[in-house]
């Protein structure tokens, strides 16, 4: 009987994909056809679905044959939600997916290879493209300026076409894999962060803890955006964005670099929220800030811990920012090598 057990046994798969739905019915079916469309087919589906009044995520899980849907009854943001499909996979991989990204058939075979290609790294991202126009990027992997500013790298340029895999601070939540042992390793998302910038901090985290992300071009998701909180200019993205990045800041960032960095954060965030049509948010931003201030001791016992668990030098983290003021302005993408022993392996 125990033998016939362990035959019987489900295989585990090799990825777990994770999609959060919350009022996502103008995109998560379509989301959900380009994932049952992957030509690499070893991988379960976690849908969460976050309280959404609509029921899309219901009607959805059926597009994908065998996907475990977990219905919240609130809206634990997309930090919490995928911290519980993460808890709930069986994949040796953790791979995050926007209902509002669409990935093109070989994407997940293209991050597999990937994985294939760079043994020692544990954290990869994807090439994304705006939906409406897939000349023009989205991001290849998220930049930190030295401002403590992150941004998608290459966000609104055309796309070159022959961008080089490579080192970038830190993965796009969008579309993302990542060794799932490290990522419950390292606590996952921040839930306090609710939604937006809990991707830029786990990949902070990630540098501080010495573990690199690679970008792969090769595998390409179509990204809406913001498709469920009203854009990245409503009032709801702009709070959690304000408010988060100075979380990460204060959080992440190693005692020698603060005061190269608050000073610049302040003053780049001021410049940002006074700029031309960002002044009719000034209320939200000071808002924003003020929430930040109100949250701030929660964030120094967790930048304690976070601190504690360092590998990596503050002159490292330096040198994986940007210090170039025209790669912010511009949002350029920022790709370097890996050090020799992270070679890829051909």
């Not at 959900?32 to 309280?51: G, H, K, M």
């Not at 911290?83 to 997916?97: C, E, F, S």
Request: proline share 7%; charged share 25%.
């Amino acid at each position: 009987m125990a033998q016939r057990n362990r035959e019987d046994k489900p295989q585990r798969p090799a990825i777990t994909v994770a999609v959060v739905a919350y009022r996502s019915g103008a995109t998560l079916a379509r989301c959900l056809e380009r994932l049952a469309a992957q030509t690499f087919r070893d991988f379960e589906l976690v849908l969460v679905d976050n309280a959404s009044p609509d029921g899309e995520a219901q009607a959805a899980a059926a597009i994908v044959p065998g996907t475990r849907l977990i219905e919240n009854a609130e809206n634990l943001g997309f930090a919490g939600a995928c911290n519980q499909a993460a808890a709930a996979g069986r994949g040796r991989w953790l791979v995050l997916l926007n209902p509002d990204a669409y990935p093109e058939p070989a994407w997940l075979a293209e991050l597999v290879d990937a994985a294939g290609r760079w043994p020692q790294v544990r954290s990869f991202t994807s090439r994304q493209v705006m939906d409406e126009d897939p000349a023009v990027l989205d991001g290849l992997g998220d930049v930190m300026s030295i401002p403590c500013i992150p941004y998608r790298g290459g966000y609104l340029a055309r796309d070159p076409g022959d961008t080089p895999e490579g080192q970038v601070f830190s993965p796009c939540g969008a579309a993302m894999m990542i060794d799932r042992e490290l990522f419950l390793a390292l606590g996952g998302f921040d839930e306090s962060f609710f939604c937006y910038c809990e991707d830029v901090d786990l990949g902070y985290r990630l540098q501080l803890a010495g573990e690199p992300t690679v970008v792969v071009p090769s595998a390409v998701v179509r990204h809406v955006g913001s498709a469920s909180s009203g854009g990245s200019k409503s009032e709801f993205a702009l709070f959690h964005g304000y408010r988060n990045r100075f979380w990460v800041l204060v959080k992440d960032t190693p005692a020698l670099l603060l005061p190269l960095v608050l000073p610049g954060h302040l003053l780049t965030a001021a410049y940002i929220a006074l700029r031309g049509p960002n002044r009719r948010y000034l209320g939200v931003t000071l808002r924003a800030y003020r929430a930040a201030l109100a949250g701030l001791p929660a964030v120094l016992r967790r930048r304690r811990e976070v601190q504690r668990g360092r590998r990596r030098s503050a002159l490292a983290i330096a040198r994986a920012m940007t210090w170039n003021p025209r790669d912010l302005s511009g949002r350029r993408a920022v790709i370097r090598p890996l050090d020799p022993v992270r070679s890829p392996s051909r």
